[in-house]
């Protein structure tokens, strides 16, 4: 009996002891008593131009009791802000700005501290706390920009260059900023500090006007305004009657190749699917490949005038806008973003200037298509080849022959589709082809600039 009696008591002591660590295991593992210290986002060297707040997100993953930022100069050190929550948060973004009165004026260097407990009851219901320390490096110079030279103006539809001396010791982004969104990146030029870039106004943008923008990493901006005379020009309306012939023949023969699941739309269907689905993914697989601008340092950039094609013929004007009709109801509209030149059936197309071929294939409505990189974001295409001379990737000289004369995409007679890129903008080959617009443009620009600089 007494053994049976001692049994059940042992049992109990047991059950209890298992009872009480189940309860500290269910505490330990309860977010009651999590052990994560909270999160502080800080970089650990931050330029400050003291201006703008010092952006800080601090989380927990049971909530934020308190937090506190302190700044000091090794000297003394401030209490800038403390929060103390009584609904613990989960998230807290500090800005963190600079006090008014306390630091001496001529101080440069600080240290930022950010503390922050949670509501965990761990450490004896003390909570978790985290800590993170930023040195801050005060710079509240903005970077010297002045232009050195540019062109003395540009005309809708054509580019222009800058020259520009840009100094900050802790430069971030430099970039010229247009009224029409795009973003032109200069190249670094002869001399430590001095920069060149290319810009140019597209044909769809009413008005141009654009400014060198510098930025430093403690967010100091300068801006330069580019002292461009500005050219309007009109470029050609035309209305196009759309023909049988041409709607089942060219059309019809792209859809079948390129897109033969299309069989069965109309042929004015057709029509639009070539002139606005295709042409739009055959002008971004062109931007893509146009939009790179080099940035190794350059001390000349000398173009000749570009004469792609022998006693070649302009049957097609750049920039012109035409409107598709078919039975006099409009169907569809194109921007013509080259110049057409016509000569006798497969003529070789000569490149004018040294590159590499940075693009050699079909291209939807540009037929078979080379481009070539020339430097400084500049870029000529060749398209409607019938045959490739040079492949991507060769580098040619001035005056090689890389393609022939032909009728591949949406061509109907044997020509060859010029056209010129300027950092992804297509831009007049006109001006291109002039010797003195070259001259006036960029080969005088950079010639006096670096006279300038090297004085
Ligand atoms: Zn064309």
Known sequence: MRK???APVGLIVGLIFLGILGILV????SSLFEREAPQIALEKEIEWNLKEPIPVRVTDNVGLRFIRATLSDGEKSIVLETKELKTPQMLVDLNISFPKNGFGANKKIFELTIEA?????????AGNE???KSIIKVDTKRPELSIIGSSYKIMKGGVASVIFRAQDDNMKSLYIETNFGKKFYPTPFHKDGYYISLVAWPTSIENFSASVVAIDKAGNISKAHLPYFIQDKKYRLSTIALEDRFLDGKIADIVSEVS???ASLTKLEKFKYVNEDMRKGNEAAILKVTS???????SDFYLKPFYPLRNGKVVASFGDHRFYEYDKKPVSESYHLGLDLASNAQSGMQTSNDGTVVFAKENGIYGNNIIVAHGLGVYSLYGHCS???????DNVKAGDFIAKTGVTGLALGDHLHFGMYVQGVDVRPEEWMDEKWLKESITSVMESAKKIIDR
């Not at 790179?292 to 350059?298: A, G, H, R």
């Not at 045959?387 to 990737?393: A, F, H, I, Q, R």
């Open 292 to 298: 790179v601008v080099p940035t190794q340092p350059i």
């Open 117 to 125: 407990i949670d509501a965990s009851k761990w450490n004896f219901f």
């Open 26 to 29: 269910y505490l330990y593992n």
């Open 130 to 132: 985290g800590r993170a």
């Open 260 to 262: 033969p699941e299309r």
């Open 387 to 393: 045959s490739y001379l040079v492949k991507e990737g």
């Open 4 to 6: 049976n009696g001692n």
